[in-house]
């Protein structure tokens, strides 16, 4: 008899030791750096605001212009970034997004970057969480700043303020 509980006792032992490495491992192949790195990613794809998505260009006039939508962006190479060649915003603070285009039907948004006239922010450049691809067409897209100057619930203005191709 004692020899049945010892084999019990040894089993029970052993299933403990084995579930506490399995689970060791599942933590450890769970939250590792690459989990750290998905983590950034699905931070970029929310399009989180930060610091980085309001820098202006040096060469980015001084003050924003506020008046009538008129958004010029010209054709340029694929990649993580655009150019906007000039701005003419309709709204003092907002956001400008580079979005898909395809059909006549906007997609999925890019990259947005705020733009404010208190602040001093006239962005020439949108940064992306994803390269634009050579042959394909994007619509660029104002968003009006819903008090909180984080991007996310703020108010899409009706249309579309241009498009370009990407060479």
Partial sequence: MADVETQDSQKTLVAFVVGLLIGGMLVWAFSGPADE????????????????????????????????????VADQDAGMSVKIDSATYPVEEGWIAVRDYQ???????????????????NPMDIVLTRPTVAGQKYAISLYEEGGDNDWGGDKKLDGIFGTFMAK
Avoid: C, Q, W
């Avoid at 006549?104 to 970057?113: C, F, I, N, P, R």
């Fill in 103 to 121: 059909d006549d039907k906007e997609g999925y948004v890019l990259g947005a970057v705020r733009f404010s006239k208190a602040d001093g922010l």
């Fill in 37 to 72: 790195k998905k983590k950034d990613a699905m931070k970029t794809d929310e399009i989180t605001a930060s610091t980085t998505t309001e820098t202006t260009d040096s060469s980015a006039p001084a003050t924003m212009e506020v008046g009538e939508a008129n958004i010029k």
